[in-house]
């Protein structure tokens, strides 16, 4: 796997959790444990905290934008580059109003 949180996110997610376990149970590689155990523990439990009311706030109109707004957030959290509201706001502001 990756070193690339969000794609170690992407690659994982929507696997059923028992296959996982049994996946991590049966691995004799250690690198393939910590990144299932990384998914299991930490990555998958982070999601953006801006919502949409917030984006309209904002300026930014519902439509179809919003999904890939949101997942460039999600992969943004995930690889560690944004850590507060603040700065999700920052980063849409910057990317789609500026």
Known sequence: PSND??????LLNGVNLEILLFSMAQSKSKQKQKAISQYL?????IKPLLK???LQKIGIKPGPVYSKLFSELLDEKLNGRLKTKE????FVTEKYLI
Do not use: F, M
């Not at 949180?5 to 992407?10: D, K, T, W």
């Not at 523990?41 to 439990?45: A, D, F, P």
């Open 5 to 10: 949180p969000a794609c170690l996110y992407h």
């Open 87 to 90: 700065d999700e706001e920052r």
């Open 41 to 45: 523990i930490e990555l998958r439990k």
């Open 52 to 54: 949409g009311k917030d």
